[in-house]
């Protein structure tokens, strides 16, 4: 008996051990509370409540994620390749890279706005920034794809990018670094003061979600970092958080934070509507690429513009006001209300919340500081609501959870604080794991959040995962605050490093999402809607291979009459109609990727014969049980062999006919 | 002792629960909208009776007229050369799939239009269809086709089988 006894103590220990192991291997384990695991749990063959949409910073993409389990469904590449599927190899995709500066297969991708109408998500569209080769995107939310990308011309990295406002009219893109601007561009760099502008992009989103940029701001030389548009009575005012106010060129770490205060820019948006149908605009020259991609030909288009309309700062005195706020500001973050603006300076030890109404009477009664680059600046106090003290130290970012209380993200002191917006006090605290950048309540932005989690997208991952080396993957952190206190419920990793991102109802996408392409409506140039419209064709250098697939065949599988030096394009239609059957292609030697084929769809990979021989190509994409027999031959031949076109399947010849071809 | 109790009885809550699968909201506006796809193989099936030989799905009876009607046919071969023609010949000969030549006169009509519009539930539990499988061992595709469609491919195989 005491054997048993003490085997049954050791297995308790045992299961101790292996149960604290398995939740956390390591670090502060503080924040945790028995039941974390279950409330993120969801069991084999369940949906997550909740679609994330992450952005992937440096990877260009975006992450599809499902909350409370953290899973990672999708990734959807938006600014950068993907040869695992052929976004931006295959000939359909590669215009939506296309940018003034030629093919740019790569971005750093930073912000997500998903589509609001009354101010509350509608489940139509996500938009994504890219920052180094200024562009906003727009991914279709039936699709999960990128379906159109317009790059910003007079930007220098579109960081206070892409915010929307209550009813997805506009899109807003402003520059993080202000630039030369015009004709004139080849200035000293000293000259900052004097020649560099910043812009803020006004893009108008029609009912389809096409975007055009309606008219950009020209404003002082600044940086702006992020923006957030009013939403109810604030309908109609847009606030964009400034820094560098200094209008320093060089070591901004030391001197662009030099004053202790710097600004939200409130802009009245329908102001300067007014000024632009007034005909105040000026059109100037520029440069700049407007891709779409067109479902019925499963191809893009890329499209150069030449100009732009432009409110010049003169006309702006009555669209821009300049509110002080401590100290170089990031987030600037508008509450469900629309009342209240909560600038957070990361160089503060305090939060600011303005007041609209205030902002309001101090414009009307003109209680001003003074100007910078010749606007007003409204006296801090006249637009203070009041200031959260001692929250902490760095606040970045501002969520709300639709009950009156917000959620601030500290990156020096590494913890999600949760204060009430009417009387500013602190209610609880939680440390993240570590260095929390940006967070996200599940509708957060929006007249109407979902509320019930914090999710914490942490820039420092160290001890939380096991280590790969000096890189690691970055750390996101699931928080229960459905009751008064913040609970941690999960750790889960993510791919690339993840900057904003939103959460939506997963009932709001999941019934409309596409599962298949139908031939029906294929208008793709080189489609072939069935096995009877496959052929090959030659023009020229170019051999056109209308191909088809289905499981488990491509036809046609034996190709010959290609000669060195051709360009082949194998338009490739996959024929199914079932959810869950792509097939894939890849053919020996392609200097590019594979292509993914969903079902219905055709797409087309370039391949270059620059040899002779028989290369063979096959499904890359596991489709039944004879998957593995899903191939074919192309016969490549020397320029001066005179081998004719020929294409088959399931043909079997006489093996010496042809021979010394 | 106690705390192996403890530690069992948090180990049973730790499987409990979890959020149950969304609500959908049903929006048929797109053929292929989650719904319509995910709902149909619940939909189509309608009580098993694979003993008449009729299948399993929404067809229960189909009305044949002789001559056969011209329309339907033109039809339904369009909708052969782009959804069927890769896996099924219009001879005997089996390919990925059997030949098409005296379908109509192995197969009851209904039990065609069944297999072309309710095709996973008919692999599942018709045992005509399950004894085609392990012929071809690979399974025939959804390919979206309605029972409108179906039913002109139906007139295309009796024309195919020399009917008039």
Same mark, same amino acid.
């Given at each position: 008996?005491?054997?048993?006894?003490?085997?049954?103590?050791?297995?308790?220990?045992?299961?101790?051990?292996?149960?604290?192991?398995?939740?956390?291997?390591?670090?502060?384990?503080?924040?945790?509370?028995?039941?974390?695991?279950?409330?993120?749990?969801?069991?084999?063959?369940?949906?997550?409540?909740?679609?994330?949409?992450?952005?992937?910073?440096?990877?260009?993409?975006?992450?599809?994620?499902?909350?409370?389990?953290?899973?990672?469904?999708?990734?959807?590449?938006?600014?950068?390749?993907?040869?695992?599927?052929?976004?931006?190899?295959?000939?359909?995709?590669?215009?939506?890279?296309?940018?003034?500066?030629?093919?740019?297969?790569?971005?750093?991708?930073?912000?997500?706005?998903?589509?609001?109408?009354?101010?509350?998500?509608?489940?139509?569209?996500?938009?994504?920034?890219?920052?180094?080769?200024?562009?906003?995107?727009?991914?279709?939310?039936?699709?999960?794809?990128?379906?159109?990308?317009?790059?910003?011309?007079?930007?220098?990295?579109?960081?206070?990018?892409?915010?929307?406002?209550?009813?997805?009219?506009?899109?807003?893109?402003?520059?993080?670094?202000?630039?030369?601007?015009?004709?004139?561009?080849?200035?000293?760099?000293?000259?900052?003061?004097?020649?560099?502008?910043?812009?803020?992009?006004?893009?108008?989103?029609?009912?389809?979600?096409?975007?055009?940029?309606?008219?950009?701001?020209?404003?002082?030389?600044?940086?702006?970092?992020?923006?957030?548009?009013?939403?109810?009575?604030?309908?109609?005012?847009?606030?964009?958080?400034?820094?560098?106010?200094?209008?320093?060129?060089?070591?901004?770490?030391?001197?662009?934070?030099?004053?202790?205060?710097?600004?939200?820019?409130?802009?009245?948006?329908?102001?300067?509507?007014?000024?632009?149908?007034?005909?105040?605009?000026?059109?100037?020259?520029?440069?700049?690429?407007?891709?779409?991609?067109?479902?019925?030909?499963?191809?893009?288009?890329?499209?150069?513009?030449?100009?732009?309309?432009?409110?010049?700062?003169?006309?702006?005195?009555?669209?821009?006001?300049?509110?002080?706020?401590?100290?170089?500001?990031?987030?600037?973050?508008?509450?469900?209300?629309?009342?209240?603006?909560?600038?957070?300076?990361?160089?503060?030890?305090?939060?600011?919340?303005?007041?609209?109404?205030?902002?309001?009477?101090?414009?009307?009664?003109?209680?001003?500081?003074?100007?910078?680059?010749?606007?007003?600046?409204?006296?801090?106090?006249?637009?203070?609501?009041?200031?959260?003290?001692?929250?902490?130290?760095?606040?970045?970012?501002?969520?709300?959870?639709?009950?009156?209380?917000?959620?601030?993200?500290?990156?020096?002191?590494?913890?999600?604080?949760?204060?009430?917006?009417?009387?500013?006090?602190?209610?609880?605290?939680?440390?993240?794991?570590?260095?929390?950048?940006?967070?996200?309540?599940?509708?957060?932005?929006?007249?109407?959040?979902?509320?019930?989690?914090?999710?914490?997208?942490?820039?420092?991952?160290?001890?939380?995962?096991?280590?790969?080396?000096?890189?690691?993957?970055?750390?996101?952190?699931?928080?229960?605050?459905?009751?008064?206190?913040?609970?941690?419920?999960?750790?889960?990793?993510?791919?690339?490093?993840?900057?904003?991102?939103?959460?939506?109802?997963?009932?709001?996408?999941?019934?409309?999402?596409?599962?298949?392409?139908?031939?029906?409506?294929?208008?793709?140039?080189?489609?072939?809607?069935?096995?009877?419209?496959?052929?090959?064709?030659?023009?020229?250098?170019?051999?056109?291979?209308?191909?088809?697939?289905?499981?488990?065949?491509?036809?046609?599988?034996?190709?010959?009459?290609?000669?060195?030096?051709?360009?082949?394009?194998?338009?490739?239609?996959?024929?199914?109609?079932?959810?869950?059957?792509?097939?894939?292609?890849?053919?020996?030697?392609?200097?590019?990727?594979?292509?993914?084929?969903?079902?219905?769809?055709?797409?087309?990979?370039?391949?270059?014969?620059?040899?002779?021989?028989?290369?063979?190509?096959?499904?890359?994409?596991?489709?039944?049980?004879?998957?593995?027999?899903?191939?074919?031959?192309?016969?490549?031949?020397?320029?001066?062999?005179?081998?004719?076109?020929?294409?088959?399947?399931?043909?079997?010849?006489?093996?010496?006919?042809?021979?010394?071809? | 002792?106690?705390?192996?109790?403890?530690?069992?009885?948090?180990?049973?809550?730790?499987?409990?629960?979890?959020?149950?699968?969304?609500?959908?909201?049903?929006?048929?506006?797109?053929?292929?909208?989650?719904?319509?796809?995910?709902?149909?193989?619940?939909?189509?099936?309608?009580?098993?009776?694979?003993?008449?030989?009729?299948?399993?799905?929404?067809?229960?009876?189909?009305?044949?007229?002789? @001559?056969?009607?011209?329309?339907? &046919? %033109?039809?339904?071969?369009?909708?052969? /050369?782009?959804?069927? #023609?890769?896996?099924?010949?219009?001879?005997?000969?089996?390919?990925?799939?059997?030949?098409?030549?005296?379908?109509?006169?192995?197969?009851?009509?209904?039990?065609?239009?069944?297999?072309?519009?309710?095709?996973?539930?008919?692999?599942?539990?018709?045992?005509?269809?399950?004894?085609?499988?392990?012929?071809?061992?690979?399974?025939? @595709?959804?390919?979206?086709?309605? &029972? %409108?469609?179906?039913?002109?491919?139906? /007139?295309?195989?009796? #024309?195919?089988?020399?009917?008039?």
């Amino acid at each position: 008996m005491k054997t048993i006894h003490k085997l049954m103590s050791g297995v308790a220990i045992a299961c101790v051990t292996f149960a604290i192991y398995s939740c956390k291997p390591a670090g502060p384990d503080k924040a945790l509370t028995g039941d974390a695991a279950s409330k993120a749990y969801v069991a084999p063959g369940k949906y997550d409540e909740f679609y994330n949409i992450v952005s992937g910073g440096f990877n260009g993409q975006i992450g599809i994620y499902g909350l409370p389990s953290g899973r990672l469904f999708k990734i959807i590449p938006v600014f950068s390749t993907f040869p695992e599927n052929g976004y931006g190899y295959s000939e359909e995709s590669k215009p939506m890279l296309n940018t003034s500066n030629g093919f740019v297969p790569w971005d750093d991708l930073h912000h997500i706005s998903l589509s609001t109408t009354n101010g509350e998500h509608d489940g139509r569209w996500a938009f994504a920034n890219g920052n180094n080769t200024p562009r906003v995107a727009r991914i279709d939310l039936k699709t999960f794809k990128t379906v159109e990308i317009l790059e910003l011309p007079n930007s220098g990295g579109n960081h206070s990018s892409p915010y929307i406002t209550e009813n997805t009219e506009y899109v807003v893109a402003s520059t993080r670094f202000s630039i030369p601007i015009g004709d004139n561009t080849d200035v000293p760099i000293s000259s900052y003061k004097e020649n560099f502008k910043g812009t803020v992009s006004f893009i108008k989103v029609d009912t389809s979600g096409h975007m055009k940029i309606a008219f950009q701001l020209v404003t002082p030389g600044v940086n702006f970092d992020l923006a957030r548009a009013g939403k109810g009575p604030s309908h109609g005012w847009f606030f964009f958080s400034c820094y560098n106010t200094e209008q320093a060129y060089t070591l901004l770490e030391v001197n662009a934070s030099q004053k202790d205060k710097d600004f939200i820019m409130a802009v009245n948006w329908k102001k300067a509507e007014e000024y632009i149908q007034a005909g105040k605009g000026k059109t100037t020259k520029a440069r700049y690429a407007h891709n779409i991609h067109h479902e019925e030909t499963h191809s893009a288009t890329s499209t150069i513009l030449q100009e732009v309309l432009q409110l010049d700062p003169a006309e702006l005195k009555d669209i821009i006001y300049f509110i002080p706020c401590p100290k170089s500001p990031h987030g600037c973050d508008v509450d469900p209300s629309g009342e209240y603006i909560v600038g957070s300076g990361k160089l503060a030890a305090l939060i600011p919340v303005f007041s609209f109404n205030k902002i309001q009477q101090a414009i009307t009664n003109k209680e001003f500081e003074g100007e910078f680059a010749g606007l007003p600046v409204i006296k801090y106090e006249s637009a203070l609501y009041g200031e959260v003290t001692k929250p902490g130290l760095g606040p970045l970012h501002t969520e709300f959870d639709g009950n009156g209380n917000a959620y601030t993200s500290f990156f020096v002191s590494s913890e999600i604080v949760k204060w009430n917006i009417k009387d500013l006090k602190v209610l609880d605290r939680v440390p993240t794991y570590y260095s929390i950048g940006h967070l996200c309540v599940p509708g957060g932005p929006t007249r109407k959040p979902h509320g019930k989690y914090v999710i914490a997208y942490n820039k420092i991952t160290k001890d939380r995962y096991l280590p790969t080396g000096p890189e690691l993957t970055q750390s996101a952190q699931l928080y229960d605050i459905s009751g008064e206190k913040m609970k941690l419920i999960l750790d889960f990793p993510t791919t690339g490093e993840p900057h904003y991102a939103e959460a939506i109802p997963a009932e709001m996408l999941m019934p409309k999402s596409r599962k298949i392409y139908r031939l029906e409506d294929n208008q793709h140039p080189y489609v072939a809607k069935g096995e009877g419209q496959t052929k090959v064709e030659r023009k020229g250098n170019e051999v056109h291979v209308y191909m088809t697939a289905i499981r488990s065949h491509l036809t046609p599988d034996n190709i010959e009459g290609i000669k060195q030096g051709d360009d082949v394009y194998f338009h490739v239609t996959n024929l199914e109609q079932d959810w869950d059957v792509p097939h894939g292609f890849a053919i020996k030697g392609a200097n590019n990727a594979e292509i993914l084929i969903m079902p219905g769809e055709t797409q087309t990979l370039k391949w270059k014969a620059d040899r002779t021989g028989v290369f063979p190509y096959y499904c890359t994409d596991f489709c039944s049980a004879l998957h593995q027999e899903m191939q074919g031959y192309a016969r490549v031949s020397a320029p001066g062999n005179n081998v004719p076109i020929k294409y088959s399947t399931g043909k079997t010849e006489d093996p010496t006919s042809g021979a010394g071809q | 002792m106690k705390k192996l109790f403890l530690i069992m009885l948090i180990g049973a809550t730790f499987g409990a629960c979890g959020p149950d699968k969304p609500k959908q909201t049903s929006e048929n506006e797109d053929a292929d909208s989650y719904e319509n796809i995910h709902g149909s193989e619940g939909g189509n099936a309608v009580a098993a009776n694979a003993d008449d030989g009729k299948g399993i799905g929404q067809v229960t009876e189909v009305t044949l007229n002789t @001559p056969l009607e011209q329309e339907r &046919i %033109g039809r339904g071969k369009a909708i052969y /050369e782009m959804k069927c #023609q890769a896996c099924h010949r219009l001879d005997n000969q089996r390919v990925v799939g059997p030949g098409w030549k005296e379908v109509t006169k192995r197969r009851k009509p209904e039990w065609i239009m069944n297999m072309v519009t309710n095709v996973d539930v008919m692999l599942d539990k018709d045992a005509e269809a399950q004894k085609l499988l392990e012929l071809c061992l690979t399974r025939m @595709p959804n390919q979206n086709v309605s &029972i %409108g469609d179906a039913r002109d491919v139906l /007139e295309f195989m009796r #024309q195919n089988d020399g009917e008039k």
